[in-house]
């Protein structure tokens, strides 16, 4: 009887690990179909924040597609890195305004608005 249900205990073991590796050829869960975003972002113009809330990403049998997440991610990160670019350009130039008006401060002082001297 012991042997019977040693035997029986190892069948159901490499069953179970069959299933979940996979075995053979033919995977554990099929691909997922092709689908695209239903909302893409705008390729004419800057992404903005409604842009994001509006953005819904296709879902698969396993979660997120990675391609279309990837591919959001690209794009956000080199508009930040755009962005990043033309703040430090735009710092840098009132950086050298400032630089080049001496002690002129109030050239750069909203009307109205008083200095401290």
Do not use: C, H, W
Request: glycine share 8%; hydrophobic share 50%.
């Amino acid at each position: 009887m012991f042997l019977f249900l040693l035997i029986a205990m190892v069948v159901v073991v490499a069953a179970v690990t069959l299933a979940v590796v996979g075995g053979g050829d033919s995977a554990a869960l099929p691909e997922a179909a092709p689908e695209q975003p239903a909302d893409p972002l705008p390729l004419n113009r800057p992404v903005g924040r409604a842009d994001l809330d509006a953005l819904r990403l296709p879902v698969s049998p396993r979660g997120y597609r990675m391609v279309d997440v990837d591919d959001v991610l690209d794009r956000l990160g080199a508009e930040l890195a755009e962005r990043d670019a033309r703040i430090a350009e735009l710092e840098s130039a009132l950086a050298g305004a400032q630089t080049a008006a001496g002690g002129r401060r109030e050239a750069f002082t909203k009307p109205g608005e008083e200095t401290d001297r």
